[in-house]
Nanobody, 115 residues
Framework: QVQLVESGGGLVQPGGSLRLSCAAS????????MGWYRQAPEKQRELVAA???????TYADSVKGRFTASRDNAKNTVYLQMNSLKPEDTALYYC?????????WGQGTQVTVSS
């Protein structure tokens, strides 16, 4: 049974930081590209960042220079360090695990940036 469990969301003031974690089980974690997506109310889900099995990263233009994705294969966990948060970063953040023929999603963790 595959499980992706996100944690670390919450309420933060503009300019603040949060670190999201996603703990995976039931998959061979090191083989998967791990991604972070987000969905704001009335908007489509969008890719925020991804880390390949080889450790390469990609980011949405809107978060470059502010967010950092990383993975720890020994802990089957992927992280998203979010700095200089803006109100427009408010969304439900989802963890995604993907290979060529499999894809899994977490339940999401809410991030709210507001003063």
């Amino acid at each position: 049974q595959v499980q992706l469990v996100e944690s670390g969301g919450g309420l933060v003031q503009p300019g603040g930081s949060l670190r999201l974690s996603c703990a995976a089980s039931g998959i061979i974690f090191r083989l998967y590209t791990m991604g972070w997506y987000r969905q704001a109310p009335e908007k489509q889900r969008e890719l925020v960042a991804a880390v390949t099995s080889g450790g390469s990263t990609t980011y949405a233009d809107s978060v470059k220079g502010r967010f950092t994705a990383s993975r720890d294969n020994a802990k089957n966990t992927v992280y998203l360090q979010m700095n200089s948060l803006k109100p427009e970063d408010t969304a439900l953040y989802y963890c995604n695990a993907r290979t060529l023929n499999r894809e899994h999603w977490g339940q999401g963790t809410q991030v709210t940036v507001s003063s």
